[in-house]
């Protein structure tokens, strides 16, 4: 049974979106109840996952018991286990949101839960072709996603994302493409054999060729500065619930991808092999962190503050990546995964406070501790560990992340982490100034009036107008705000966990 929990955790999403499309014509409160009891089985399906690997080593599924090259791989090692239960808990926890805050519907939450089958078959496919279908199902779903917030700006969003997503998934099928001439291969663990093996070896033109399309095409899907143009309008225009699941999983798993395609199929030989190509792995992301913490400090829109946040906290992952050292690449994994719970938990914050009061610059928040205290306190909590305030899981990343810089002599990469928190601070700074110390202007109840007023809950509409914030709405935020600072305190549980998976990439 064991052996077969990777594609149960595939298939499980992708019958139960069917299914809640089927029940949904005659049902039409049944997509919500689906989803939640799809995710949470997920959930534990995940769990045991991750133990099992821990515990036994690394799970191999052989899709159709056709045995590599042949066939297609699903691999759970121990990061692939750890993105997989990332990647269940936090569609349960961002469902425990929409269920109040929206958005609803029975086309809703089969995309939702499309979503999540595409995320995981990301998470855990050991086959570069079948990484760009699970790629193009995830990013389908995400653009309909988009697509649902109520405006015709939302629409424009969506398709924007689709047009530039749509580029990126194709930079990377290109390099595939050559892949597949150079080696005549798919399979991940072939690949890695056969690239040094074929004509030319780590030199061969196709082989530099597909690594700089592979590049160019996941920077797109992570959103790397100057690639990041779709994320802004993307993360404002969607429903907050929406943008709390991308933010915390879409760009997160894009970039677990993007490690996975680097150090399992080129490997560390072919960074080491080839002149320049770490540093200009480097320098990308060096270039997006500056920019990204930058054009957050100027924004005054909140959602907007936090997309090119995450822009930023994604080029110190991928800087990381090029660093190739034990210290840089652990720091960089923890990052990644702490800072899905980290930007999860500040949109799910954002949306409830969007819900009780309607504020969403940063003017708005001014006298915000006031009126919404605890969802003020739980934005501070996670804005705090975004900056990497110990003791959080910002913390521990950034932490790793500038040692590995030192222990390899880069010093101007570890300058790059020190100004982009301190750029980081400077908008966090002035959001909790303006929460706690900054007096409330004009009438702050009338836009709470104009929310209750407009109640907007299609099946849950009286319940909306009474009461627009539920118990699990601003549940899922505390909880993130809680999780952030308990795992602020397992800088040693990860270096275990994850320690060994590092050291047997850069060691073979």
């Known amino acids: ?3 077969q929990l990777p594609v149960l955790l595939i298939v499980t999403p992708i019958l139960a979106a069917t299914l809640s499309l089927l029940l949904g014509v005659r049902y039409g409160r049944a997509g919500w109840s689906i989803a939640a009891l799809t995710t949470t089985a ?14 036994g080593g690394t799970i191999v599924y052989e899709v159709g018991n056709f045995p590599r090259p042949i ?4 691999v759970a090692d121990r990061l692939s286990a750890l993105v997989v239960v990332l990647v269940a808990g936090v569609s349960a926890g961002v469902l425990a949101y929409t269920r109040r805050g929206g958005p609803r519907g029975t086309s809703f939450y089969s995309a939702y839960l499309l979503l999540v089958g595409g995320l995981l078959g990301l998470s855990l496919t050991g086959d570069v072709f079948n990484m760009f279908v699970f790629l193009e199902i995830t990013g389908l779903t995400t653009y309909a996603l988009i697509a649902k917030g109520e405006s015709g700006e939302s629409a424009v969003a969506a398709l924007k994302y689709l047009i530039i997503g749509t580029v990126g998934a194709s930079l990377y099928l290109i390099g595939v493409g050559f892949l597949f001439l150079a080696t005549g291969t798919l399979n991940m663990v072939d690949l890695a054999a056969s690239i040094p093996a074929a004509e030319g070896g780590y030199a061969n033109p196709l082989v530099l060729a597909a690594f700089a399309f592979v590049f160019v095409g996941f920077a797109i899907k992570i959103a790397l500065f ?7 309008d993307a993360y404002q225009r969607a429903p907050d619930g929406v943008t709390a699941l991308i933010s915390a999983l879409v760009s997160t798993v894009s970039a677990y991808a993007l490690f996975r395609v680097i150090y399992s199929v080129f490997t560390i030989e072919f960074l080491v092999a080839t002149p320049h190509v770490t540093e200009v792995i480097v320098a990308f992301g060096s270039v997006s962190v500056l920019a990204g913490t930058a054009l957050a400090v100027i924004q005054t829109e909140i959602k907007r503050t936090l997309a090119y946040s995450s822009v930023s906290q994604f080029g110190l992952v991928v800087l990381a990546y090029g660093l190739a050292n034990e210290t840089a690449l652990l720091g960089g994994l923890v990052h990644l995964l702490g800072h899905a719970i980290m930007k999860g938990g500040l949109f799910l914050a954002f949306g409830v ?3 009780k009061t309607g504020a969403r610059t940063v003017d708005e928040y001014a006298g915000l501790a006031r009126r919404a205290p605890f969802a003020a306190g739980t934005f ?4 705090l560990a975004l900056v990497g305030v110990p003791p959080s899981i910002g913390f521990v990343g950034k932490w790793y992340i500038a040692v590995g810089a030192v222990e390899a002599g880069i010093w101007p990469v570890a300058v790059v ?22 007096p409330p202007t004009g009438d702050v109840h009338a836009a709470e009036r104009a929310v209750a007023a407009d109640g907007g809950a299609e099946n849950d509409a009286e319940a909306t107008t009474r009461n627009p914030v ?6 899922a935020a505390v909880f993130a705000a809680l999780l952030v600072v308990a795992l602020g305190f397992s800088g040693s549980v990860f270096d275990s966990l994850l320690g060994p998976f590092v050291k047997v990439v850069l060691n073979g």
């Not at 997920?42 to 515990?55: E, H, M």
């Not at 066939?71 to 699903?74: A, H, K, N, S, W």
């Not at 700074?429 to 706690?436: F, P």
Request: net charge negative; no cysteine.
């Open 470 to 475: 539920s118990a699990g709405m601003l549940g």
């Open 1 to 3: 049974m064991i052996e």
């Open 42 to 55: 997920l959930f534990g399906l995940a769990v045991w996952l991750a133990t099992s690997v821990f515990s």
């Open 380 to 383: 501070a909590v996670l804005g």
């Open 353 to 355: 406070v969007a819900a």
């Open 226 to 232: 100057p690639l990041h143009t779709w994320q802004p």
């Open 71 to 74: 066939g297609i791989e699903l």
């Open 417 to 438: 982490v020190f100004l982009s928190t301190m750029l980081t601070l400077a908008y966090v700074a002035r959001l909790i100034e303006k929460m706690y110390f900054t």
